[in-house]
């Protein structure tokens, strides 16, 4: 079944969007425009994934972080690359390294979802603070 995510135009680039995970609506206006909704999409689901494909693995990634970053295409309208920085406080075994790594970029809804000419450019930091 899926689920309605609504959205308001309120006009003056505002607007406000509903979720049926939140009674708090997101409110975007132009201190956080819609790009920047999906970039914070995209990072929250690679990080949850990576949780989830961890936790199968019986290990934990408590405490990673990201930061991404985009550039517009040349035709403009579109992102055109996304450079994603991923941060793990903790040292981790190759394998455990590779399943971090093979959900972020591989595993995620989010970044599945995305138009496949849009260039991704990972970057994996361990035992960062």
Same mark, same amino acid.
Request: glycine residues 6%; hydrophobic residues 35%.
């Given at each position: 079944?899926?689920?309605?995510?609504?959205?308001?135009?309120?006009?003056?680039?505002?607007?406000?969007?509903? /979720?049926? $995970? @939140?009674? +708090?609506?997101?409110?975007?206006?132009?201190?956080? *425009?819609? =790009?920047?909704?999906? &970039?914070?999409?995209?990072?929250?689901?690679?990080?949850?994934?990576?949780?989830?494909?961890?936790?199968?693995?019986?290990?934990?990634?408590?405490?990673?972080? /990201?930061? $991404? @970053?985009? +550039?517009?295409?040349?035709?403009?309208?579109?992102? *055109?690359? =996304?450079?994603?920085? &991923?941060?793990?406080?903790?040292?981790?075994?190759?394998?455990?390294?590779?399943?971090?790594?093979?959900?972020?970029?591989?595993?995620?809804?989010?970044?599945? /979802?995305?138009?496949?000419?849009?260039?991704?450019?990972?970057?994996?930091?361990?035992?960062?603070?």
């Amino acid at each position: 079944m899926s689920q309605i995510i609504a959205t308001t135009y309120e006009g003056k680039y505002h607007s406000s969007t509903k /979720s049926p $995970l @939140s009674t +708090d609506p997101i409110q975007v206006d132009l201190k956080f *425009g819609p =790009i920047d909704l999906l &970039m914070g999409s995209y990072a929250s689901c690679m990080l949850g994934t990576v949780d989830f494909y961890a936790r199968k693995k019986d290990f934990e990634v408590n405490g990673s972080r /990201s930061e $991404l @970053s985009y +550039d517009m295409s040349a035709e403009g309208g579109q992102v *055109g690359t =996304i450079h994603v920085k &991923m941060f793990f406080d903790k040292a981790y075994t190759a394998e455990q390294k590779e399943v971090i790594e093979h959900s972020a970029k591989n595993l995620c809804h989010v970044g599945n /979802s995305l138009n496949p000419s849009i260039v991704k450019n990972y970057e994996f930091f361990y035992e960062a603070k």
